[in-house]
């Protein structure tokens, strides 16, 4: 072991419908945000606040078709991955950077689709070109009340 950890856990909504990129020779890769929320007292003035940060996921090959065929705007999902800086040029020229959360591992918690699985599924991508991804059981617990951002 080198020593050095890159690794990500996320619980959240997303923000937005999958979008899916396709390219030559059959693979692809969806891509949308998830927002996470945390809550607190201002102790000031007795206020509750709550702080809404905004994270870039991207998925790839089968686990983005799985995703954009079950996921909508606001469902919730628990998300592993790991992060992955990128740069590209604008069309201004100029430089862009952003930083994204590479998943390989999700659990639906809530969706709202009509195609909607019977139970919550959970994935693992074995990351690599062919996108295989394996099915396990959820023993996590049905139904919780949270406050969406949107």
């Known amino acids: 072991m080198n020593g050095t950890l890159n690794k990500v856990l996320l ?11 396709y390219f030559d020779g059959g693979n692809c890769i969806g891509r949308f945000p998830l927002a996470t929320n945390e809550v607190y007292i201002n102790k ?17 090959n089968k686990a983005a078709e799985i995703c954009e065929k079950y996921l909508s705007k606001g469902d919730k999902i628990y998300v592993e991955g790991r992060i992955k800086s990128r740069q590209w040029q604008a069309e201004d020229g100029t430089t862009k950077y952003t930083n994204e959360i590479q998943v390989t591992e999700f659990t639906f918690l809530t969706t709202k689709k009509e195609s909607e699985p019977s139970s919550k599924q959970n994935f693992k991508s074995d990351n690599t070109e062919s996108g295989k991804m394996t099915n396990f059981d959820n023993n996590k617990e049905k139904g919780e009340n949270d406050d969406l951002p949107f």
């Open 44 to 60: 000031t003035t007795g206020e509750k606040i709550t702080s809404t940060e905004w994270h870039n996921l991207v998925v790839r």
């Open 11 to 21: 619980i959240g909504h997303l923000g937005d419908e999958v979008k899916m990129h």
